[in-house]
């Protein structure tokens, strides 16, 4: 699997782990076997900026305009997948590495875990309480029940839940 296509980098900021660079890929030029791939595939990377005379194509499509729903909220275009059924099409092991990052997000999560309001210290010590190296590895059959076990002792001790799930 490997391949190219223009993209825009659009974000860079630094982590425990390394530098995480976010960028644009145009629709009709992103490869397949890159956005389907699972979370937590590790590439080789190589870039090459482009130069005025290779007019590269813009990887920033033009966005189609919402529409407005019932009260004036914003929906997403027609055809256009939302983040819910992004997230439903996943994987059992992909939703907990997505639910991972989320938790460690989140202020009470924070809180409850002893990360002084900090991200990437809950993220550290989740990664040092299921004993991994990486979030990624959360998708591992054999770590997957821990992590469940973790969030459901927060959500247990935080009132979001009576009793574990079963």
């Not at 482009?50 to 919402?66: F, I, R």
């Not at 914003?74 to 819910?84: D, I, K, L, N």
């Not at 969030?151 to 935080?158: D, P, Q, V, W």
């Amino acid at each position: 699997m490997t391949g190219h296509c223009p993209a825009m980098k659009i974000g860079a900021h630094q982590t425990n782990d390394g530098w995480k660079v976010t960028f644009i890929i145009p629709m009709d030029a992103a490869p397949a076997d890159l956005t389907q791939a699972l979370l937590g595939t590790k590439y080789m990377l190589a870039y090459a900026p482009y130069t005025e005379e290779e007019k590269a194509p813009d990887p920033v499509p033009a966005v189609e305009a919402k529409s407005k729903g019932a009260g004036g909220l914003s929906r997403p275009a027609a055809g256009a997948v939302t983040q819910r059924e992004r997230y439903a099409a996943m994987s059992e092991g992909e939703k907990a590495v997505a639910r991972a990052g989320m938790l460690c997000g989140d202020p009470e999560f924070q809180k409850w875990i002893e990360a002084d309001s900090d991200p990437a210290k809950a993220a550290a010590k989740m990664r040092n309480y299921l004993n991994i190296q990486s979030r990624s590895m959360i998708s591992d059959p054999a770590i997957l029940p821990d992590f469940w076990a973790l969030e459901t002792a927060y959500l247990m001790a935080t009132g979001r839940i009576a009793e574990a799930r079963k």
